[in-house]
């Protein structure tokens, strides 16, 4: 019997099975794929993000892999270009976006190395349930051997289509209808920052990642996604073309290495995130469009959230319960402005009082590092719409 099984090795799961093995818990970690395996991803890392990898001493692993460092990010939308730095956390200034079939590998090896048991190519078809409360799973190698494992706590970390949550009947307990829809690519030969890109009913994304290939990712409505799917290559330049006119020179000259990617599914919800013998985590718990790349850090900062929270009080079950139910308090709690923020660029559209705002700030280069702060949550709405923002906006 386990302390606890981690159902998903991805960003969420394999971070959760370290901290918690490093604590002391027995762990089995189950994922259905065979790494490396990449998958959709807007790779990019904000802040805190790159602070918790640098706190759980696997940064220097990242760092390690051909990455192109990211120190600048800019933004552009109807002839206003917003320039600026990162600001820190834990002296953080520098992120990375890291390709996935690179990041997880390292993550699930960061918890087998802390003593977790990692099973590879298993895939979750049942949960067991004593009484009222989840006791375990049942799983099915990729070979269609069977097992069974028990464990006082069974997370679910497997993603947005969570085999976990839909065998305990997680409700959603937030919801809203899909925004945006999207599809990228990878170039070689293009030199760039963080750029975001915006116009209204488009939306272009672009970080570099490792191998010295750059990322280009594109979003259109949801309402366009049937078209847009039928001749995706040719939206994704005109996209680019339409939007970002500079981008668009420089890629052409560069050279695209792998085929289009893409979706029509960025679902946007908070489900009931525990109960009995149950937990979710990362994208299982908490859904949004990849629009903000909020994905990779979410998930690191829920993990570390949700075991701080378990401490030592796994073995109890009226503790762990009342560990569960705060848990997805403050899954809301933390994440729920990031969630409407998220919601607003998903619509793409450009309202002008942001324009106004921007055009304010614009010469300030102090509230315009403190403008992109607050998309990484480097910075928070209060205190972003500080004394000196207030002065700008009255003088504007």
Not at 11 to 22: F, N, V, Y
Not at 345 to 355: T, W
């Amino acid at each position: 019997m386990y302390d606890v099984i981690v159902v998903g090795a991805r960003c969420a799961g394999a971070p959760t099975a370290m901290l918690l093995a490093r604590a002391g818990y027995s762990v089995l970690l189950l994922e259905k794929a065979r790494f490396p395996q990449d998958k959709l991803s807007s790779h990019y890392l904000h802040q805190p993000g790159v602070a918790m990898l640098d706190r759980w001493g696997l940064l220097d692993k990242i760092r390690s892999t051909n990455i192109t460092p990211i120190e600048r990010v800019s933004y552009e939308t109807n002839g206003l270009r917003l320039e600026g730095s990162l600001l820190p956390v834990d002296g953080h200034t520098t992120t990375y976006a890291p390709r996935r079939f690179v990041l997880d590998p390292i993550l699930a090896d960061a918890a087998a190395a802390a003593g977790a048991d990692f099973r590879e190519g298993c895939t979750v078809t049942a949960l067991l349930r004593e009484s009222d409360r989840i006791a375990g799973v049942t799983y099915k190698t990729a070979e269609g051997q069977e097992f069974t494992e028990h464990a006082h706590l069974v997370i679910g970390a497997d993603g947005m289509r969570s085999t976990v949550a839909k065998l305990v009947d997680a409700p959603n307990v937030i919801q809203h209808p899909t925004a945006a829809c999207t599809y990228y690519t990878y170039w070689e030969g293009l030199s760039a920052h963080f750029e975001l890109y915006e116009r209204p009913g488009r939306w272009v994304g672009v970080v570099p990642t490792n191998d010295d290939l750059t990322l280009v990712m594109t979003y259109f409505p949801q309402s366009e996604f049937t078209q847009v799917r039928t001749d995706a290559q040719s939206f994704y330049r005109e996209a680019i073309r339409t939007t970002a006119p500079g981008l668009h020179e420089r890629i052409s000259a560069a050279t695209q290495v792998e085929r289009l990617y893409g979706t029509g599914e960025q679902l946007n919800f908070f489900r009931q995130a525990s109960g009995p013998g149950w937990t979710l985590v990362g994208d299982a718990a908490h859904h949004k469009d990849s629009i903000a790349a909020r994905g990779i850090t979410d998930a690191f900062l829920q993990a570390q959230m949700l075991v701080d929270l378990i401490g030592q009080d796994l073995h109890n079950p009226e503790a762990l319960d009342a560990v569960g139910a705060r848990y997805g308090q403050d899954l809301q709690d933390t994440f729920v402005e990031f969630y409407r923020g998220t919601l607003n660029v998903g619509e793409l559209s450009v309202p002008e009082e942001r324009l106004a705002l921007l055009r304010a700030i614009s010469s300030n280069q102090n509230l315009v590092d403190r403008y992109f702060g607050t998309l990484s949550g480097v910075c928070s709405l209060d205190d972003f719409y500080n004394e000196e923002l207030l002065d700008t906006l009255a003088q504007a």
